[in-house]
DNA sequence: ACGATAGTTCGAATATAGTCGAACATTGAA
DNA sequence: TTCAATGTTCGACTATATTCGAACTATCGT
């Protein structure tokens, strides 16, 4: 039998969940990862920017887990450009699902702030 | 030595965490599981609740555990109330350490609405 | 002091997540 | 077509979560 894989274009098509499809709990998982959590917050100042520009010295492995995670939960784009893959946050589709919760997260203070 | 617990009366004074020093990533992990979220729309519809009242058939050890959860992220405070424990969210102070926060995620529909 | 009720804690089993190196795939450029 | 650059996938290991029964603790009423 043919054993090479068939379709090795389906390969580079980076899969993205229609944002109705996406739930709540799955979006809130996905941010509660302070890695992830810090990949969101630099792409919602700087736009985008390719994986590697936000791996924090983390290992390519690991950062990828993190960024599918956040494609599987709706969070963020990645589209090809070049041998580099840009990501970029669905802002627009997320503010339409859930009014609101991007917003309020990202204006959120994440860590306790010091206490005398 | 002296074996037995000292301060025994310490195991009734349930513990809760001062608001400011819970983290976002904490509160929306304790958020991110569906039976915790159903608890916490739960408390914010019916103001409060004993643990029971909402184990949605579940054994009183695995609600137990989510309760601390919600308590340890800041999201319930549990107060003892004859043999029971009453719960309540603590919406004020939830608001002022993560504004919007608790009130995006309750106004989100959490699951995928229908798609034809 | 006893019993009934409501939760907690413990322990063990299972399940899910995170981490990272190594091998592989894809792209563009030399 | 060979190479360097960028991610993905795989596999193994570790860590953390979830689940649930059983034993325990606290509280109230009798």
Redesign the pocket.
């Known amino acids: 039998m043919n054993e090479r894989p068939v379709l ?1 274009f389906a ?2 098509m ?1 899969q993205h969940p229609a944002i109705e499809d996406v739930a709540l709990s799955q979006v809130l998982y996905a941010l509660s ?1 302070p ?1 992830r959590l810090g990949v969101v917050r630099q792409l919602a100042q700087g736009g985008e920017a ?3 520009a936000l791996d924090a010295g ?12 956040l494609r599987e939960a709706g969070l963020v784009r ?1 589209r ?1 450009d ?4 840009m990501n970029e946050l669905r802002r627009d589709e997320l503010e339409r699902r859930f009014p609101g919760l991007l917003t309020v997260v990202l204006a959120a203070q994440a860590e306790a702030p010091g206490r005398t």
Chains 1, 2 share one sequence.
Do not use: L
């Open positions: 090795s390969m580079r980076i990862d890695v390719t994986c590697s983390r290992p390519k492995s690991s950062m990828s887990h993190h960024f599918r995670v990645t090809t070049g041998p580099a893959h």
